[in-house]
């Protein structure tokens, strides 16, 4: 009987000796909200995780090594629900409007993603005179061009206004939808249109997927080109005592990381020669306070 009592007795203090000691400083927790909007965040396929969002978020989740970090993948009205009732919640990769500030706190917007341009074929360069951009006005003026574009979507206030104007036009082909699809860039490659309005990223992504990367370059419409405030996006936090201090302390990460070759890599994964060339004027122009070691590296590879 006292040997019983003595095996017990002993798995019993084996038991609690294997209890972790109560953790007073735990570590609190980010939940990163995410949507699935390639090139943005790439949610599955080959290129999952190389998004461009998707690795400005893993930068900055690095910086913070006191968090667990947690990731959600919803729809953006549920992002902004849990925004708005504050809870631990952050996400990459957005604009900080009027609307948002009332319930959002933004870092400062370290983040440039270039305008739509207009998505052609690299064999009709000729076409287009051989320019990296072109006039918008003059090209939908022109009812030889063929143009697709998405009904259901703005492309800046000025291209908005052109495209209002050239509305009734035959050559203009509205597809349905936010986003281009593959089925569009068959379109591009079969010469149903000689053309589509689109974002620079969302053209090599669907190009890669497509493995016709090297046959789509994007020209800048320059009547994008007059307001950048449009272009550059943030990090937002609830706005709450919480929210703010995370913003604090990303504002001061996006100081040392945003010339980082990794920081500029994961946008310019997505862009082609033409874009990238832009992209680096614009940013350089942009950010006037850029010292001479703080500039974005040019061996920064193209893909």
Known sequence: MRRRIVTTL????FFVACIPPRVTNAKEAITWMEVSMPPLFIQDGPAKG???GDIISAIIQEQLPDYYHYKMVTNVIRHFDRFKKGENV??????PT?????????????????PAGLIIKKEKLATFDHSKSISLDRILSNKNFIIGLSQD??????VDALLKKYRN??????????ELSGNYFKMLLLDRVDGLIGLPTEAMYHAEKLGIRDRIVTLTIEENQNDYEGWFYAIGCPKNEWGLGIINKINKILRTQQFTERYHAAYERWLDANSVEQYRKIYQKAFLHTTPQNTIPQNTPKH
Request: charged share 15%; hydrophobic share 40%.
């Open 90 to 95: 952050c996400a990459v990769g957005l604009y």
């Open 10 to 13: 002993s798995l019993l203090f």
């Open 50 to 52: 190389q998004g461009y």
């Open 98 to 114: 009027p609307e948002r500030k009332a319930f959002m706190y933004f870092s400062t917007p370290r983040f440039l993603a270039l």
């Open 153 to 158: 979507r703005s492309y800046g206030n000025n």
């Open 169 to 178: 036009r035959e050559n203009l082909v509205l597809f349905s939808g936010q």
